[in-house]
């Protein structure tokens, strides 16, 4: 096995270049008549689709020196432990854009090597190219992050669509998805499906996937796959600025419990529980990450920045299934199970207040696997772009438990059985992409429809990310986020 490279975090004159072995090798970026010598290392998590655990090798170089240069072409080359040498293709990176220049960004999350994957990703690249900023990836790459077919195998692992090596056929059509993350760094946020559950107790991988407890998960994997960005706690949470965006991601997402309703904790954890559809990392206001993101949506470079962006995964505002239950602390039902009452929701009570405040433009979330869009009062857009592979459906009827109306696309809205409108795309044959463009001051947003491979990409709404006004007052700030720690501005 070897991989395609994929560029991560690009700084004013530097972008970081990873790749990946079956077999023990040294590499290098051959860059401009350079040589950049990459660090390789064993990762230890990984394991084959018989659950034994197989080693992959990590190649990973930092190419600084980029000046303000334009694309620069390159290419990896590996030196394998038996003498046979592997070089990649050549491919085009850059430095980050400069602060204040616009900057294209591809919105995108939920692969997990569902069918229409490989297209979506084809058709952003005759859509937009493959030459962009930055890939915001809103969570849930894979199905079990250990799992390396996961990450690799080409039927529509996740860098196989984003390198082009995906093999998958719709209505007559194969789809190798496209080389995107060998020209465009990936910014990636974490879903659940990046976060592995109690390995000492099962045999199988996707045992050990199903069953997280609140002192028994690990991000491992993401984190050697995903070194950068990295922000106070590692790559968990981060912010970087992307020309004139200013992006944070956080890590939201909690442990998956099927059954909400009627979930019992397992008896061997009597007296000890695992407490429900549990959060992983903690968001709520007086928490490490709050603190932190409250001091980054204030920082210079957040206000300097034409756009502030928020990515994670836990999506609050929506008409997807998966935005049920409330987001916060489980509580005990007597029965066995829990409530998750809607008043504590961590992302409407605590966050958005602090997003309004900030001036936050978009908040781009994940895992419901369908496109909606909402606007709340204070002006803060919030889009779930999800419905790449497939589709979870969408529940008009219940609606945004956020309390939010569903904003009716702008351009070409799908028509639902009656010829309405539909303010939403949860469809398992038509598949959605969506493109922040800063310059043009918008979010396209785009569908296919597999069923016609020589179908039209269609423009279907168009996101207006104008200012929000002013910013507030540190004082009305203050009242607004009581429990933040701000660093003193002027
Ligand atoms: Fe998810």
Do not use: I, K, N
């Given at each position: 096995m070897h991989s395609e490279p994929y560029l991560l975090d690009p700084s004013a004159d530097g972008v970081h270049v990873l790749w990946h072995t079956g077999a023990h090798a040294t590499g290098a970026v051959l860059i401009g008549g350079r040589r950049v010598e990459a660090t390789s290392s064993a990762l230890v998590t990984l394991h084959d689709d018989q659950d034994v655990r197989t080693t992959v090798h990590r190649h990973w170089a930092l190419v600084t020196g980029?000046?303000?240069?334009a694309r620069t072409p390159y290419r990896v080359v590996s030196d394998l432990a038996g003498g046979d040498r592997v070089e990649s293709a050549t491919y085009s990176l850059a430095p980050?854009?400069?602060?204040g220049r616009p900057a294209r960004l591809l919105l995108s999350s939920?692969?997990?090597?569902?069918?229409m994957t490989p297209a979506n990703i084809e058709k952003v690249a005759e859509t937009v190219?493959?030459?962009?900023?930055?890939v915001l990836f809103a969570g849930?790459?894979?199905?079990?992050?250990?799992?390396?077919a996961d990450w690799?195998?080409?039927?529509?692992?996740f860098f196989a669509s984003l390198t082009g090596r995906a093999d998958t056929e719709i209505a007559g059509r194969r789809y190798r998805g496209a080389p995107l993350l060998q020209h465009t760094p990936l910014f990636p946020a974490i879903g659940n499906h990046e976060v592995m559950g109690r390995?000492?107790?099962?045999?199988t991988l996707q045992a050990r996937f199903d069953d997280p407890a609140p002192d028994a998960w690990d991000t491992a994997t993401y984190e050697a796959l995903f070194?950068?960005?990295?922000g106070p706690d590692g790559p968990r949470w981060w912010s970087r600025t992307v020309g004139d965006v200013f992006v944070v991601a956080l890590f939201v997402t909690r442990a998956w419990r099927?059954?909400?309703?009627?979930y019992a904790e397992p008896p061997d954890r009597a007296g000890d529980?695992?407490?429900?559809?549990?959060?992983?990392a903690r968001v709520d206001a007086g928490s490490p990450q709050y603190g932190w993101l409250a001091g980054e949506l204030a920082s210079p470079a957040a206000r300097a920045a034409r756009y502030r962006v928020v990515l994670f995964h836990h999506?609050?505002?929506?008409?997807?299934?998966?935005?049920?239950?409330?987001?916060t602390d489980p509580v005990p039902d007597g029965a066995g199970g829990y409530a998750y009452p809607i008043a504590d929701d961590v992302v409407l009570r605590d966050l958005a207040p602090l997003f309004a405040a900030a001036g936050v433009d978009l908040v781009v979330n994940g895992h419901s696997h369908l496109w909606n869009r909402f606007r709340d009062p204070a002006g803060v857009n919030w889009l779930e772009t999800s419905n790449v592979g497939n589709s979870y459906g969408a529940f008009p009827d219940r609606g945004d438990p956020g309390g939010l109306a569903a904003v009716m696309p702008t351009v070409a809205p799908l028509a639902g059985p009656d010829g309405a409108p539909l303010p939403y795309v949860a469809d398992n044959d038509v598949t959605v992409f969506s493109v922040l463009d800063s310059g043009a001051g918008v979010v396209r947003s785009y569908r296919f429809d597999?069923?016609?491979?020589?179908?039209p990409v269609v423009l279907f709404d168009e996101l207006p990310l104008e200012r929000n006004g002013p910013f507030l007052t540190l004082s009305a700030w203050e009242r607004a986020v009581p429990n933040a720690e701000l660093p003193l501005l002027e």
């Open positions: 980029l000046g303000a240069a980050a854009v400069p602060p939920d692969h997990q090597m569902w069918r190219g493959v030459e962009l900023d930055g849930d790459m894979v199905g079990v992050p250990d799992r390396a690799f195998d080409p039927p529509r692992g390995r000492a107790r099962h045999r070194p950068v960005p990295r099927d059954a909400v309703a009627t529980p695992m407490g429900g559809q549990f959060r992983y999506a609050s505002h929506g008409l997807g299934a998966h935005c049920v239950p409330a987001y597999t069923r016609h491979p020589d179908g």
